[in-house]
């Protein structure tokens, strides 16, 4: 069984850019829920994937958007980069769409925007 | 808006000892409470879990208090061993399960 995984681990872009970043659930959820953790502060809920919809948005503003895939991998792309979109990205994955069934995260993905 | 709130940055305690981490939450409507841990270059491993209707959930070394009248948690870990030392998340979450997160508490036990 493998558990959650995100790529890539590091990357540095520009204010104004895009980019997108990729999570693979651990084997057997349907759910994928994304956080961001900027530095010193605890994980803010992006939003959740459950069956390839999204089930839940936190206080993110839409460009901030996801896709969950038919394997129940997923993806988050942010448009138009802000400096203060510089921050640690998790991707967790849970069974059953409900936020407390237990979540498994991922590493994380450090974004720096510069 | 800081709905789950640990106030203290770091703990330091000597092995063999208790170490509570204590959190706070404004949200009256938070009806289920998690603690995470989280180690260097890692993401947070579910540690401990209480529903509103008990006060009390203990887990070997872990035990989870909740003071719903205090809007107040605290995690007990007894006694703590230097491998306890990481970052240990509360969070909160509501009938939508909507999760919220406090901004942790690093805690370093020390041979």
């Known amino acids: 069984e493998t558990g959650v995984t995100q790529s890539p681990t590091h990357l540095i872009k520009t204010r104004g850019q895009q980019v997108t970043l990729r999570c693979s659930s651990q084997?057997?959820?349907?759910?994928v829920s994304w956080y961001q953790q900027a530095l010193g502060q605890g994980p803010q809920f992006i939003f959740q994937y459950y069956r390839e919809e999204e089930n839940g948005r936190g206080n993110f503003p839409p460009r901030f958007s996801g896709l969950q895939f038919p394997n129940y991998s997923s993806e988050l792309n942010v448009n138009a980069l802000e400096l203060d979109d510089s921050a640690l990205y998790l991707c967790?994955?849970?069974?059953?769409?409900?936020?407390?069934?237990?979540?498994?995260f991922g590493p994380g993905t450090r974004l720096t925007v510069l | 808006d800081q709905q789950v709130k640990q106030n203290s940055p770091s703990l330091s305690v000597q092995e063999g000892r208790i170490s509570i981490l204590n959190c706070d939450y404004t949200n009256s409507m938070f009806d289920y409470f998690l603690w995470y841990k989280k180690y260097p270059a890692e993401g947070p491993t579910f540690l401990i879990s209480?529903?509103?209707?008990?006060d009390k959930n203990e887990d070997g070394r872990f035990t989870v208090f909740l003071n719903k009248s205090a809007k107040h948690l605290s995690l007990h870990i007894v006694p703590s061993q230097p491998g306890d030392s990481a970052v240990y998340f509360c969070?909160?979450?509501?009938?939508?399960?909507?999760?919220?997160f406090g901004a942790g508490t690093r805690l370093t036990v020390k041979p």
């Open positions: 209480i529903s509103s209707i008990k």
């Open positions: 967790a994955s849970s069974f059953g769409g409900l936020g407390r069934n237990e979540q498994f």
């Open positions: 969070a909160a979450s509501d009938r939508n399960d909507d999760m919220r």
């Open positions: 084997s057997g959820h349907n759910t």
